[in-house]
């Protein structure tokens, strides 16, 4: 018997892991799981199977591309489930939601795994089971609210389930709002390490979990908190950095205004880029020293909603697309091009990358030649996840096919809380607050002029740094006191603030959705972005668009001799 | 003289016998024999192991003999499972391979020459060398590995490829339970046995040797466009897409017409407009963002690069074996060297092998004999990945307009904008020149036999196998592609992998009243099988230079990893065989295995009866002369089968992964902090595979075992088939269990047919036909579970491969075209008929629907393309393979021929996907694509419009417009000998020589358009060619010598 007495090699019975110890690395697992992604045979996948960027954790494909705020880029046929995802054509059968989905509940699984070990472990004091406990249902809150965003219906699976294949017959917010309820009262304020949620960032979430139910009050009730008290785990009070950039660059990350963050790391000793924000490697210019893929490129109808008015410095809210942005379409690099010279708000330039507008320290955007194929991405490139050349040693990964870098996805961002603050003040009628808020986030750039993008002292050493030209005609000032007259009216100024503050970070889609506009929104900006581009010709939203089908795989392997446990989305 | 008629060679020592005297003499060495008899008198010639022949004397004073040998077939002994049999009283499904004809194939690879030789077995092999071929007796009987078990000198392994052919004595094939079920919780995919040569009679030296070249083929391979073709072709693309709108393009302006230009970096310049003493490239760079300071300058290729032709070429291939034997009364030896070297015809892939092997028996007493095999292996080789991304895709990828190098002899490639994403193909074999696996292996074993009480014998055989394999990987940083990768590394790793195997048996034979033959055997059998892994990979080399590299010289980042698992089986067996007045067959095996990986149960039992009847020897069938044996058999029993499970299986582990399960939770940017995940999900109740088997069969031989046929019916009900099903997600993505819960069946007819035919004395052939045919079904996959898909390649989300409940394995499947949109109002039409059908005004009735596009079937006919409409649109499974091997004798000359040939299976050309749609990357394009695609005035295209982005009315999802039919005949050898005669060979001091020339793979008859039908793949995806390693021709000149 000995001799065939074998046990499992190389690995760990739950036993072993069920002290404080154990369920920290379980609980770091549960964080691993953010980002979605893994690396099988040096190939990028998700967790779970499928390409990594199908599970993107800063929703570029299911958030901006779905929301008008991106094309897919790159040419037509490479990665085409998204052609039929950016069209609002998609069949259940995409692939891309099954990866989504697997890589989801694989963190659902792992906070479950912590929490189940928790329950069985003694010796722990009550304040780090609290803090453990807190932690995980805070992370457990943030996958189901994914899976809430995305597909509306879908199983509650925790700790105590023992079936995992159940119905997704009840609406889950309530056990969501629960989660972060939960770690709101039971996380501390700080945390010995930053890339751990707090109580604060789990109120800002539960604020969040409230405005997507259409719970106004409730919402207000703890933004306000958030707002006034709320600190991040390194005890910074919350606030909005000068530099609106430095929300997106790795060497000033984890500041007052990052509430919560996915942490991401580059050249971190496993020669893969699996934790370098790998979900977005397409998404670069391309035969640009970025290499590859010329995926996510900024819409037209995106780059037109960041116009000011030369006189003050307000959107044109209601007809942004009538005095579109001047761009390069059909020009090649080796043709002369001047940019637009119009009013401008300046966060389009830390947003989209254009021709002849330094691309961070990488020189001028040269249009034509970093752009796959204009006809079906158009012009622009994406800017807010790019690393500067000054980082590549230490921020940008490139042991891969393409690159990966050490910039964090920003979950929730303070300016997001102010906006979304903004929601609920405006929706409870305090108009006022609602727009204080806003110029809060517009105060930002109004104030800080010289965190605005300046054009480079020598254009053909962009290394050399920033002169103190502007690299465009920038021009952004607050709302008037008294701006906002109706709950209508301040609703859409905040929403398209909210668009043009949070653009290219994932959020577009299910705002739209969850404003009950997205039919109105998205089929404008298809019939005016069809006119510049193929790609997204034909398209069309319906009513039942607004939530992704339940993966077709999964309905198939939940199905038992009683038929499909799991239940279809309306409209598939 | 005694002439064997198989091989003119002189059978020494047979008996030669007046009729109806005991007068009778034996014959010398070379066969002759002297003897006085009456002029009338009849000889009766008889040999152990050849027909007792009859000859006229008739007055002649000197008679040349031929000794039949293939009646001898009866009286062969075959080895089968710990034992032997005569072949006529063998009652199990057994094919035995004619080791003559199999040696034949140039391959260093036993498993690929038997491709063909043995009825019932079915091999597949990639064009590169060292490729292991894949093995399938009777088809695939599991999910998982679908090889079978070898069985070399009574050791099991899983490996052969380390065998020397020459080395090879005679190689059986059990195929049913009958036969292969006393190998137990191993035998389900069937059992190869094979036995290594011995020494016999006098000192004997052999030398076996051939050298010869391989070539591919010629001229535009995968039919690619011009130059000019491409910018055409980009033209009518975009023309398509965006009617009427101006088109521009990087490399061929703008305006009506493209223009081919004379730089294609930097893009579309033109000649003189471009510095060329501005050149910069270094392309050992060491910084990774030192690309981005090249200026690169690329010539265009107006004429065009042929690509396939630019990386196969072709290769020598050559083979020496020496072998050096004796055996007498006091034992035997033989001593073999054998060096094998074939390059590939894909530049820098080779494969090299040196064997040595000591056979040695000492016969200690009378009844007491110890003995040993051992064979010692080196081999070296350099192979690219036979499937996905590899330099073949690449190359057929890349647009000839690219050169294979820039102004300045460095690599060019798609760094030239617009030109797709291809890599340079060349440059990639050209930095995988010094890449290498080696292996070292040494695999035999020693053992006593001992009688004893006369009837009894013990043996004890304690064997294995060690083996090392390491294998080192440069990456070399790039600089002339679209897509570069900036970084170089080394990449080092060890596997090694240790077993072995005692056995020990007893058996008991006797002969009662000359009727009833009774053999008995039982034995003990344990197995320890473990494999190690060690890699180590190293970034940032100061230089590239291989003598400097090496694991501790670079400065970039050191990582590590490896693995370990041990897994051991513990059996008891036995077998019975009685023989009933040499007429009535009876067989009954029964083994017990008990196994590491199972826990609950650990142990099993694989029964199986076989019977015969030899119908032709009853009295009844005394008259029938032309019947000189038939035989039925019949079989039925368990196999069982526990490779498809990992030694794991049992366990529900956490573990931990640094890109998956590692944080970052300090905010470093720059380090991870361990996490645990759970790794598996356990299943303790997981146990064998059950191969339930019942096979009946029928020998032939006829007309003095001029002909001789045997054929075998087999039905095989697979079932608790070990599969994991997929967890639903909710579950997390914990590797799932494998669970005993799928079912399959098999069922096929083996058929093997010889005849010789004796023209003259001098001129005589034989001839051999196998014919192989499987049909496999899946019963059932499991509870809810009616298909698991694969293979998705280009089209992410939707799989070529559907394996479902009630088809075979490996069906393609995807929706059918029926032809294309050619009007708006065809569109118009269906549309409406989808609207009126779903009621809806907005529905169409396939997804981007558009004219010249594809139209799908409305499988359902619900009006309206759904998923559901998706159907199986091919069987890569063939009805039918075959060998037919035809032999000749002329004198001193002999001829032979092989062909092989596969029938009835589909192929999917995954190639036309990048070659055929102008949408699919922006690379190569072929003739079809251009010439041969829809457009309003060629509306009875192959291929459809042409547009820049691919649609699922194209080429976004699967669909029939890749199937093909995949069947081939294929002229594997064709050999022609000469033997040097007696006469001259004394005078020298030889005993044999033989010259002779073969050419193999020299016809190939196929439909199929790609460049070669024949593709591996998994058990349950295969087929699909997407870049094949093509097989080459190969044209070689041979010696046999032997003094």
Known sequence: EDFLDKPAY???????????????????????????????????????????????????????????????????????????????????????????????????????????????????????????????????????????????????????????????????????????????????????????ANSWAAGAYLGKTYLYQGKSNEAKNIFTEVINSGVTSNGLSYGLVDN????????????????????????????????????????????????????????????????TDEANGLPYIDNYNNNPVKNDMGILSDEPFSPDTQSLDPRLDWTVGRREVPYHDWGYHPGYDWIREQSSGGPYAPKKHIYWQYHADTYSDQSAWAPGNAINVNVIRFADVLLMAAEAEARTGNLNTALEYVNLV??????????????????????????????????????????????????????????????????????????????????????????????????????????????????????????????????? | VVLDAENGMPVPSANVIEKGTSNGVLTNFDGEFSIQVPAESILVFSYIGYATKEVQVNGRTEIEVSFEPEAAALQEVIVVGYGTQRKADLTGAVSVVDMESMNRQPSPQVSEQLQGQASGVTVTSSGQPGEPPQVRIRGINTFGDSSP?????????????????????????????????????????????????????????????????????????????SPQGHADIRWAAMENTNPGEPITDRQYGSGAQPTLPYYILPGGASQGEVDESNYFVDPNYTESGAVNGFNQIIRANQQGTNWFQEIFNDAPIMNHDISVSQGGEKGNFLFSLNYMDQDGTLKNTFFERYTARVNSQFNISDNFRVGENIAFALSNGNRVAVTGENPINHAYRSQPIIPVYDIAGNFAGTQAPSLGNSQNAAAILERNRNNFSKTSRVF?????????????????????????????????????????????????????????????????QNNFNELHD?????????????????????????????????????????????????????????????????????????????????????????????????????AFMDDVSWIDELKLRGGYGVMGNQNNVDPANAFTT?????????????????????????????????????????????????????????????????????????????????????????????????????????????????????????ENEIVNIADGVSYFDQEARRFNGSSIVRNAVGHSVGQFHGYNIVGFWDSQEEVDAANQEAQNALNNPEAEYQSDIGVGRFRYEDINGDGVITSDDRTFLGNPNPDFSGGLNIEFTYKNWDFSTFLYGVYGNDIWNQVKWWHDFYSSFNGAKSNTALYDSWTPTNQNATAPIQETGGSFSTANVPNSYFVEDGSYLRVRNIQLGYSLPNTILDKVGLDRLRLYVQGANLFTITNYSGVDPELTGSA??????????????????????SL
């Not at chain 1, 490479?78 to 509940?105: E, M, R």
């Not at chain 1, 004091?125 to 965003?149: I, M, P, V």
């Not at chain 2, 349950?1020 to 010598?1041: C, H, R, S, V, W």
């Open chain 1, 10 to 196: 190389g690995a760990l019975s739950d036993e072993v892991l069920a002290d404080e110890k154990g369920i920290e690395a379980l609980l770091i697992g549960a964080y691993a799981a953010l980002d979605g992604q893994d690396v099988v045979n040096g190939g990028t996948v998700a967790l779970g199977g499928g390409n990594g960027w199908e599970a993107t954790p800063s929703n570029w494909i299911y958030g901006d591309i779905t929301g008008g705020d991106a094309h897919k880029g790159s040419d037509g046929g490479d990665q085409p489930p998204i052609n039929a995802i950016a069209t609002y054509s998609v069949d259940a059968s995409n692939g891309f939601f099954n990866t989504k989905w697997k890589a989801l509940y694989e963190g659902v699984t792992r906070t479950n795994a912590v929490l189940r070990l928790l329950s069985e472990a003694e010796d722990i004091t009550e304040e780090s089971r609290a803090n453990l406990a807190g932690q995980a249902r805070f992370l457990r809150g943030h996958y189901y609210f994914e899976l809430k965003k995305m597909f509306n219906m879908v199983p509650w699976i925790d700790e105590n389930t023992e079936n995992t294949n159940i119905p997704n017959d009840t609406d889950i917010w309530p056990n969501i709002e629960a989660d972060f309820k939960f770690a709101y009262e039971n996380l501390p304020a700080t945390q010995d390490e930053v890339g751990r």
């Open chain 2, 654 to 774: 956490y573990g931990a992964s640094r890109v998956s399960s590692y944080y970052d939770i300090n905010g470093s940017n720059n380090s991870i902090l361990e996490g645990f995940l759970r790794s598996r999900i356990g299943n303790p109740n997981a146990s064998w595979e059950k191969n339930i088997n019942a096979n009946i069969g029928i020998d032939v031989n006829l007309f003095n075992s001029k002909l001789q046929v045997s054929a075998d019916y087999y039905r095989k009900d697979v079932v608790d088939l070990l599969y994991n099903p997929e967890l639903t997600g909710t579950a997390g993505v914990s590797t799932a269990p494998y669970v005993n819960i799928a079912e399959m069946k098999n069922s096929g007819l083996d058929l093997s047919a010889t005849a010789y035919f004796d023209f003259t004395s001098e001129l005589q052939m034989n001839t051999t036909l196998t014919l192989t045919t499987f």
């Open chain 2, 149 to 225: 078990l070898y069985v070399v000198d009574g050791v099991p392994t899983q490996d052969i490829n380390y065998l020397n052919p020459n080395d090879i004595a005679n190689m059986q094939v059990l195929k049913d339970a009958g036969s292969a079920s006393i190998y137990g919780a191993r035998a389900a995919n069937g059992v190869i046995i094979i036995t290594t040569k011995k020494g016999s009679g006098d000192l004997k030296v052999n030398y076996n040797g051939y050298y010869g070249t391989q070539m591919v083929p010629k001229g535009n391979v995968y039919d690619i466009l």
């Open chain 2, 518 to 618: 009774v053999t008995v055997l039982v034995g003990t059998e344990a197995f320890h099988n473990q494999y190690e892994e060690v890699s180590a990979l190293t970034q940032g080399y100061y230089s590239f230079d291989p003598d400097y590299v090496n694991l501790s010289t670079g400065a970039g980042t050191q990582t590590n990893s490896g693995f370990y698992t041990e897994d051991a089986l513990f059996s008891v067996f036995g077998r019975l065989d009685y023989t009933f007045n040499e007429r009535y067959l009876l067989g009954a095996t029964l083994r017990r295995d008990a196994t590491s990986r199972f826990t609950n149960p650990r142990d099993g039992w694989f029964p199986a009866v076989s019977a015969g009847w030899r119908i032709s020897e009853e």
């Open chain 1, 442 to 572: 517009r105060g930002r750039m109004v104030d800080n002029p010289g965190n605005w993008l300046k054009d480079y002292i020598d254009p053909e050493n962009p290394l050399d740094g920033f002169s103190d030209q502007y690299a465009a005609n920038y021009n952004i000032e607050r709302f008037p006191d008294g701006y906002f007259t109706s709950e209508e009216q301040a609703m859409e100024v905040i929403m398209y603030e909210r668009r043009i503050e949070l653009a290219m970070e994932g959020h577009r889609f299910f705002d739209l959705v969850r404003w009950g506009v997205a039919e109105e929104v998205l089929n404008n900006y298809i019939e005016y972005e069809g006119q510049i581009t193929t790609d997204v010709r034909g398209g069309d939203f319906n009513s039942n668009d607004g939530y992704f089908p339940i993966p077709q795989r999964q309905i198939d392997l939940s199905t038992t001799a009683e038929g499909p446990v799991l239940q279809q989305n309306p409209g598939y």
């Open chain 2, 444 to 508: 035999g074993n020693i053992f006593a036999e001992l009688d004893f009480l006369e009837n009894f014998t013990a043996r004890t055989s304690f064997g294995g196998s060690y083996s090392n394999t390491n294998g080192q990987v440069f990456n070399y940083p790039t600089y002339e592609n679209a897509e570069n990768t900036t970084y170089n590394q080394l990449t080092e790793n060890a596997f090694t992998g240790y077993n072995w195997t005692w056995s020990n048996t007893l058996q008991y």
């Open chain 2, 1020 to 1041: 349950t995806a295969f087929g699909i060619d997407e870049g094949a390693y093509p097989t080459p021709k190969q044209i070689i000149l041979g010696i046999n010598l």
């Open chain 1, 244 to 307: 609106f950039n430095h929300n997106f660059n790795a060497e000033f990350e984890n500041n007052e205004e990052s509430v919560f963050a996915i942490q991401m790391v580059a050249n971190d000793g496993t020669n893969t880029i699996g934790n370098s924000n790998q979900a977005l490697m397409l998404a670069y210019p391309y035969n640009s020293p970025f290499r590859c893929c010329g995926f996510y490129q900024p819409t037209q109808d995106l780059v037109n909603s960041y116009r």
